[in-house]
């Protein structure tokens, strides 16, 4: 967690929404690692199997970048705060209500 980021934008109760990651849009650019408060988000290697049925341009993207992507660790995290989703040029990243 990078304490170092304020977190007075994300005033709402944990645990409510969590973040998903479109893998067919997703490049590994780490802006959501970087601006998350709360460690929500990891930036590591996936496998061909835990992408998925993604599409071509996807499967072009995964290639180009080493299948390097954002992946939600803590989606128990979230405080909604859509700082990911302003920060994620793929527009990759949508907020979904939190099941576990």
């Known amino acids: 967690m990078n304490n170092s980021l304020d977190k007075s934008a994300c005033a709402d109760q944990a645990g409510k929404v969590a973040p ?3 893998r067919s849009r997703c490049e590994g650019k780490a802006d959501c690692v970087a601006v998350c408060p709360y460690g929500v988000f990891e930036v590591r290697q996936f496998t061909w199997e835990e992408l998925g049925d993604i599409s071509l341009r996807g499967r ?3 290639w180009a970048h080493k299948r390097m992507q954002a992946d939600v660790v803590s989606p128990d995290a979230c405080h909604a705060c859509g700082l990911c989703l302003k920060s994620c040029p793929e527009d990759a990243i ?3 209500k939190f099941s576990t």
């Open 60 to 62: 072009l993207k995964a």
């Open 94 to 96: 949508t907020l979904e």
């Open 20 to 22: 998903v990651i479109n």
